[in-house]
């Protein structure tokens, strides 16, 4: 996975339609290449099904998506899941699968019809799982874990594909708080050691904020603002994306905003 080159995305006049509503309204930003980018808004504001267009699980109505200039529509499934891993908000454990068979399902991309697993298949699941400190848990069926637990093997799945771009919705939604931070901080350490580009909803802003290199704030399916967490999570900002008063102080141990907030 080191040494493949980074991978920016470009959004382009983005729209999006359910029916007659329209989720998306001409909505651009860019990704930089090997950081962390947060999807922030209220609910209904389109974080969902902005990531849905990027892995095209949706086809937008109009714009483009990029990836390092390269048009996202020309590329097939299987390409696109070779260069894009993919964590969902919910992943259903419903079968009796161990941590490990769950994890080298990430290989599949790579493989050719009916073949079977090589041994750098094996040896990539395996490195994904320690990456996610997971390795120990490789034997244990996954419907035996904790959230955290199966959180870290569900990424460690998307690390099997050998992705240059990890997108994930809500990472650390119905997750206890030290489970919410393990999390970030190993998607932290991915960003730093497998040179990774990460977009990931966040809903609880006082994490994308510590985490996260650069934040997109939605508001009814457009951009409302984007940048640094610095810039973009301030006073005015908040109350008029999400109608709340707030108080903003920097933490002492990040150095990054830290929010409070009250009713109007």
Not at 137 to 158: F, H, K, N, Y
Request: charge should be neutral; aromatic fraction near 8%.
């Amino acid at each position: 996975m080191d040494g493949q080159p980074t991978m920016a995305i470009t959004v382009e006049e983005l729209s999006f339609e359910y029916g007659e509503k329209r989720v998306l309204s001409n909505l651009s930003f860019t990704v930089s290449n090997k950081g962390f980018t947060g999807i922030i808004g209220p609910n209904g504001s389109g974080k969902t099904t902005l990531l849905r267009c990027i892995d095209k699980t949706l086809i937008p109505n109009n714009g483009r998506i990029t990836l390092n200039g390269k048009d996202l529509s020309g590329l097939n499934i299987r390409t696109l899941a070779r260069l894009m891993g993919v964590v969902p908000q919910k992943w259903e454990a419903n079968f009796s699968f161990t941590a490990q068979e769950v994890v080298m399902m990430g290989r599949f991309p790579h493989l050719k019809p009916f073949a079977r697993e090589r041994r750098e298949d094996w040896e990539i699941g395996r490195e994904a799982m320690q990456a996610t400190n997971t390795w120990e848990l490789a034997d244990r069926p996954i419907a035996e874990m904790s959230g955290g637990e199966l959180q870290r093997v569900i990424i460690a799945q998307a690390l099997a594909q050998t992705p240059r771009i990890l997108l994930l919705d809500e990472p650390t939604s119905h997750l206890d708080i030290n489970y919410s931070l393990e999390i970030c901080e190993l998607l932290r350490k991915l960003v730093r050691t497998k040179d990774l580009t990460i977009l990931a909803v966040f809903h609880d802003l006082n994490l994308a904020s510590r985490y996260c290199d650069a934040l997109v704030l939605l508001k009814e399916g457009k951009v409302f603002a984007q940048g640094a967490p610095e810039e973009v999570l301030t006073a005015e900002n908040l109350e008029t994306v999400f109608g709340v008063k707030t108080i903003i102080q920097q933490e002492t141990y990040t150095g990054k905003p830290h929010i409070f907030f009250f009713p109007k």
